[in-house]
């Protein structure tokens, strides 16, 4: 009998399920990437020193959540959480980087580059980006090759030209640049919506769930993404360097059109509380399994870090 992660009855609470994802995920993680031995043990440290360093755990957290909803075991479950975690970290490696946005501070602590060198940085951001995919690959994810294909073409998608990356080429590009609220929707779609839709619709991958409850979790996780977004915009613009962990001013001082220099505060953050409610309304498809699915729509727009 399979065991899944948060069915357990008395993990009710968003902060005490998050917190039991994130333990299984580091033990995964640690158990994935071992201590290293060889000529290549820089590389490996590194990329244990970004992926071992805390962080929220929020695309994770998606993935198992959505995975429960269709009894998805929890190796598979967390095999492929880890995956997901991997490229998002990846993705803050590289972000972090001079010829990025150059930041000296992540996760309440020096960047890879800083900490190691950029050459290293740049390697564990490659490490961390390919071994996803071994992961992903590897027959403990899943028994059927089918559900490893779509999941690894999934998520290729997600973080690609398409998505992720393609995001970011167009974050770079609007520097010193008026962008309209539709434009930045977009940046926003594809920079961090399309992790935060895989991470909700592998679940149903892995569950060999109907095209249309994929649709309703991708829904959900996109509005959830724009939620999320704008909160790190105000965040940005309100927030304190120790709470959040980060830089904070960083997007007036780039001339960045966000959410809150086009809007202004108030209407941001009540608009973050509407997608909120928008993100809850996509899971109507589902019983109470999704409670905490809805829940975590409400802690991302409150989150202080
Ligand atoms: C380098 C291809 C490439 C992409 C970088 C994700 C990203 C794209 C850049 C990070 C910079 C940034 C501010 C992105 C907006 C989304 C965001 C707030 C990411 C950080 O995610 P959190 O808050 O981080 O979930 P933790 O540390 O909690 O995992």
């Not at 333990?23 to 994935?32: N, P, R, S, V, Y």
């Not at 150059?102 to 190691?116: F, T």
């Not at 960045?256 to 973050?272: C, D, L």
């Amino acid at each position: 009998m399979p065991i899944e992660l948060l069915q357990k009855k008395d993990s009710a609470s968003l902060e005490k399920a998050l917190q039991e994802v994130s333990a299984a995920l580091e033990g995964k993680m640690d158990q994935l990437l071992p201590e290293p031995e060889n000529g290549e043990a820089r590389v490996i440290e590194a990329m244990r020193y970004s992926t071992l360093s805390g962080g929220k755990r929020l695309r994770p957290f998606l993935m198992v959540a959505s995975a429960g909803l269709f009894g998805v075991c929890r190796e598979a479950s967390l095999q492929t959480a880890a995956a997901l975690e991997f490229i998002h970290t990846y993705s803050l490696v590289h972000d972090d980087l001079p010829a990025m946005d150059n930041d000296a501070l992540r996760r309440g602590k020096p960047s890879c580059h800083i900490q190691y060198d950029e050459a290293t940085a740049i390697l564990a951001g490659d490490g961390l980006l390919t071994f996803a995919f071994q992961v992903l690959a590897d027959p403990s994810t899943h028994p059927d090759p089918a559900v490893r294909c779509e999941l690894i073409r999934c998520l290729a998608q997600a973080a690609g030209c398409r998505g992720m990356v393609g995001g970011q080429m167009i974050d770079l590009l609007a520097e010193n640049k008026e962008l309209s609220i539709d434009e930045v929707i977009r940046l926003q779609r594809l920079k961090t919506g399309e992790l935060f839709a895989i991470g909700c619709e592998a679940g149903a991958i892995l569950g060999k769930a109907p095209r249309q409850i994929r649709q309703a979790l991708s829904g959900y996780a996109h509005d959830l993404g724009l939620a999320f977004q704008i909160t790190d915009d105000l965040l940005d613009a309100e927030g304190s360097r120790e709470k959040a962990g980060k830089e904070v001013r960083k997007d007036a001082k780039r001339g960045k059109s966000t959410f809150v220099s086009i809007m202004g505060i108030e209407r941001a953050r009540s608009q973050a509380q509407i997608l909120a409610k928008q993100a809850i309304n996509h899971l109507s498809v589902f019983d109470e399994r999704a409670s905490l699915l809805r829940e975590m729509a409400e802690y991302v727009t409150t989150r202080k870090s």
